[in-house]
């Protein structure tokens, strides 16, 4: 009786708040709000409006901290059969506190370039910073508004754990569409013109770029509209489309696939070259990200010389049918080219795979390096400049001739057009082998190499195979790319091309060709590739920053991808499922049920 009073009286209260979590949040917010200012983010950001003259992508970049990091203070893991902490206005306070905290950062970093000049270590130590974080006041001002914006932001986070869900949803949906319409105003615009109503966009949009304030207003009440009418038809569709059979099921998502590659086959033809250009840029990269995701995302085989296979697909192209290609011009038309080229690069790819199929995990990841940087280097040196140019590179490469046309780079839209196509092909191809009985084998690879092996897998040959089909998809993209850009040079062909790949298809999420797709669209669509230029153009000089950061938090809150494939995910929270099973009781239910089934067999005999 005494113990169980003892135990009572020494148990955690459960409404009291984790305030060592509030101040380590704190800290974090502290220093990653530093970080971001000292990268120079809030000056050469500052540049792009969000809606104007309230708010630009500078302090955004900063803004979102205290909001983030109250939430992240007031979040907890409730397992089974665990009590929930109470909730109450107590999240609020302690998330103001938690937004002062994470502005504090701010306000002695504005201290210390007002009396110290720190500009050798820090490049962007500099006044203009200074007069940007203390929005062109006084200090005494400028740390006034930040901490006072500050609370306010953190004790919008901490309030988020006492609405709903759904409230929470709205919310979000408000402020990501505001955001994102105005990230993505180069194509809202283009689409206007084309349907000819250029005069909504221009009442929405400042002449300088950005929403204006009413603007912004109507497209966050208009994405609110949107979710409130479509809530319960969302339901509705989703529950009937479940109860349909497998056979209706497969016929709705055909006519679905076939509605989606028929819209966006008519899309070019109503935006400019600009957004047909940058579509091109993406499809060229979802080529690539399909032929990775085969390599890495179903076989399990980490390639980063991937970029190799697209040089040899660019430069076969331009050696066949440029006519100044300095050692050999036949002067080939592009489809009979490209015959040679898928050939050429499945040579390649099984001349890279040979040696290096028996090594894995780090061993195959740095060979695999070696051997991208090798084939770059190659068309690089003097030695075969005779072949390839060395670093001047082949220059007059023509068009791709399709009958009536010859599309070019100066038409992106006949370019996107073309790359659709070959997109088309690459999904038909990557979906229909991680189907078969060679998909199946390469996951049952990527799982447990000496497993699969032990059932009957040859897996010398799977992993080949793999090689095989990556290196000729990442052919296509070579091969438009030579086609579309009219001259080609080993610069094109870096090693960051391959990091930035993997990046894409770790991000959209492994093994999965909608995710694949997502990410690229993502990734490379606002940010840009290595050398292509995204919708945020001012992110030019912070996408390797951006991409680092993003790949670490998602290889820590979720190394799924944003879309995750089914399979994988079991892979990766296979400790999660055994535990929640586990706390269910569903584990020990399974034993005693196996127990008594023997004990009635033993009956039986």
């Given at each position: 009786m005494n113990n169980d009073v003892g135990?009572?009286?020494?148990?955690?209260?459960?409404?009291?708040?984790?305030?060592?979590?509030?101040?380590?949040?704190?800290?974090?917010?502290?220093?990653?709000?530093?970080?971001?200012?000292?990268?120079?983010?809030?000056?050469?950001?500052?540049r792009r409006a969000i809606i104007y003259p309230v708010l630009s992508l500078g302090f955004l970049a900063i803004l979102w901290i205290p909001v983030a990091m109250a939430a992240a203070a007031g979040n907890e893991t409730v397992l089974e059969g665990m009590e929930a902490r109470k909730r109450g206005f107590v999240d609020v306070g302690v998330g103001a506190l938690v937004g002062l905290g994470s502005t504090s950062g701010i306000c002695c970093l504005m201290v210390l370039i007002k009396n110290f000049d720190l500009r050798d270590p820090f490049v962007?130590?500099?006044?203009?910073?200074?007069?940007?974080?203390?929005?062109?006041?006084?200090?005494?001002?400028?740390?006034?508004?930040?901490?006072?914006?500050?609370?306010?932001?953190?004790?919008?986070?901490?309030?988020?754990?006492?609405?709903?869900?759904?409230?929470?949803?709205?919310?979000?949906n408000f402020v990501f569409a505001v955001i994102g319409v105005s990230v993505l105003e180069t194509i809202v615009t283009d689409l206007s013109e084309g349907f000819g109503l250029a005069w909504v966009t221009d009442l929405m949009y400042y002449k300088r770029g950005g929403l204006e304030i009413y603007g912004a207003l109507f497209v966050g009440i208009v994405s609110v509209t949107v979710l409130l009418l479509l809530r319960r038809r969302t339901t509705t569709t989703r529950e009937r489309f479940n109860s349909l059979s497998l056979n209706d099921q497969s016929r709705v998502k055909f006519i679905s696939i076939i509605a989606g590659s028929l819209s966006l086959a008519i899309l070019p033809f109503f935006l400019g070259k600009i957004t047909n250009e940058l579509l091109a840029n993406v499809g060229l990269f979802v080529l690539l990200a399909l032929g990775l995701n085969i390599v890495?995302?179903?076989?399990?085989?980490?390639?980063?010389?991937?970029?190799?296979?697209?040089?040899?697909?660019?430069?076969?192209?331009?050696?066949?049918?440029?006519?100044?290609?300095?050692?050999f011009?036949?002067?080939l038309p592009w489809p009979i080219a490209l015959i040679v080229v898928v050939v050429l690069t499945g040579i390649v790819g099984l001349f890279i795979g040979a040696p290096v199929i028996r090594m894995r995990g780090d061993y195959l990841a740095i060979v695999t390096l070696g051997f991208g940087e090798i084939i770059r280097l190659l068309f690089l040196s003097d030695w075969l400049s005779d072949w390839f140019g060395g670093a001047q590179g082949i220059t007059n490469i023509p068009g791709v001739e399709v009958g009536f046309a010859t599309i070019k780079g100066t038409d992106p839209r006949s370019v996107f057009l073309l790359v659709l196509f070959f997109c088309a092909v690459a999904i038909y191809v990557s979906w229909r082998l991680e189907k078969s009985r060679l998909g199946r084998a390469w996951m049952a690879i990527r799982e447990d190499e000496d497993v699969a092996e032990a059932m009957g897998i040859n897996t010398t040959n799977t992993k080949l195979m793999a090689f095989v089909v990556g290196a000729v998809l990442a052919s296509f993209s070579g091969a438009i790319f030579a086609a579309k850009v009219g001259s080609i040079f080993p610069t094109s062909f870096i090693m960051l091309v391959s990091i930035i790949i993997l990046v894409v298809v770790i991000v959209g999420g492994m093994g999965n060709i909608s995710g694949v797709i997502v990410g690229t669209v993502v990734l490379i669509g606002v940010l840009g590739g290595p050398k292509q230029p995204g919708?945020?153009?001012?992110?030019s000089q912070f996408k390797l920053l951006i991409y680092g950061a993003l790949l670490v938090?998602?290889?820590?809150?979720?190394?799924?991808?944003?879309?995750?494939?089914?399979?994988?995910?079991?892979?990766?929270?296979?400790?999660?499922?055994?535990?929640?099973?586990?706390?269910?009781?569903?584990?020990?239910?399974?034993?005693d049920n196996a127990d008594s089934n023997v004990r009635k067999e033993g009956k039986n005999l």
């Open positions: 135990l009572k009286n020494n148990a955690p209260n459960k409404s009291q708040y984790p305030w060592l979590r509030a101040v380590r949040f704190s800290l974090l917010g502290s220093l990653a709000s530093v970080f971001i200012a000292l990268s120079g983010m809030p000056v050469g950001l500052d962007n130590w500099s006044p203009q910073l200074l007069d940007l974080l203390s929005y062109r006041q006084n200090i005494s001002v400028g740390i006034g508004i930040w901490l006072l914006v500050g609370a306010g932001l953190g004790a919008f986070g901490g309030l988020t754990h006492l609405i709903s869900g759904f409230s929470r949803r709205l919310i979000l890495v995302g179903l076989a399990g085989i980490l390639d980063l010389g991937y970029v190799a296979f697209f040089a040899v697909g660019g430069y076969t192209t331009a050696v066949l049918t440029s006519p100044d290609s300095p050692g011009s036949p002067e919708l945020l153009q001012e992110f938090w998602m290889m820590l809150k979720r190394p799924e991808g944003l879309i995750p494939n089914i399979r994988r995910t079991r892979e990766l929270h296979q400790d999660e499922f055994l535990q929640d099973a586990w706390l269910k009781g569903q584990i020990d239910s399974e034993e």
